[in-house]
């Protein structure tokens, strides 16, 4: 039997139009399939390119440490280390911050508070940073405080953007920023009762915290309806 003779019933032709048919459906649909979700052609090495939610899943490194008891003049030094491992796989550093917290100790004078100095040594850090110095009284909440912002506008909101993958996940990118061995170096400043009428308050401890954020940017496309 030839292939004229096969396809003289009527059911072969009607399997013969549906495949054509089909033939021609599936890579006209498959083209179309970015569209639907407001993506563009992903030919590009940027990517799809479209309109996307963007969100953040965060996370922190923390490191919280008391001195030993200082007397006026007193120094006491401080590392936080963070590595790449700990930062994560396809996990970027925001920002790192630093506070120095105390509460009078001993009894100081009326209208007197013991205090700190604090300085930073950021020169063992990967990336542009700046030392920083602060200071402050005791019993105010912080008495020191310091932040570097390693990817300026990072909030952690949830938002939408228009553009390619590629192009919006750089955005959120620290480059390798941060890693390595970030120190600080505090001066107790501690008041002694000059009049002897109170007891000299010698000694005064530090609680330093060092707290890093991370986050992991995830993306949807907005779907048009």
């Not at 052609?41 to 965060?58: H, I, L, N, Y």
């Not at 911050?97 to 040594?121: E, F, K, L, R, W």
């Not at 990072?154 to 890693?179: K, N, Q």
């Amino acid at each position: 039997m030839d292939l004229a003779e096969t396809f003289q019933d009527r059911r072969s032709q009607v399997m013969l139009g549906v495949s054509v048919f089909f033939m021609f459906l599936f890579p006209i649909y498959f083209a179309m399939v970015p569209g639907l979700v407001g993506l563009d052609d992903a030919s590009s090495s940027s990517g799809p390119s479209g309109k996307w939610t963007v969100s953040f899943t965060e996370e922190t490194l923390t490191q919280s440490e008391t001195t030993d008891a200082l007397s006026d003049g007193d120094t006491h030094e401080d590392t936080f280390v963070i590595t790449e491992e700990m930062i994560g796989d396809n996990k970027n550093l925001a920002s790192v911050t630093m506070t120095i917290q105390c509460q009078d100790q001993g009894a100081v004078g009326p209208g007197q508070n013991n205090g700190v100095d604090a300085s930073s040594d950021v020169s063992g850090v990967s990336g542009e940073l700046a030392d920083q110095t602060d200071g402050g009284n005791c019993g105010n909440g912080n008495a020191a405080s310091m932040t570097w912002v390693l990817i300026d506008g990072y909030d952690g909101a949830d938002y939408e953007a228009d553009g390619t993958e590629s192009d919006i996940r750089s955005r959120w990118m620290d480059s390798d920023d941060g890693r390595g061995d970030w120190i600080v170096e505090l001066t107790a400043d501690v008041q002694n009762d000059l009049t002897g009428l109170f007891v000299s308050s010698d000694d005064q401890t530090y609680d330093i915290t060092w707290t890093a954020i991370i986050f992991e940017v995830s993306m949807q496309p907005v779907v048009d309806i």
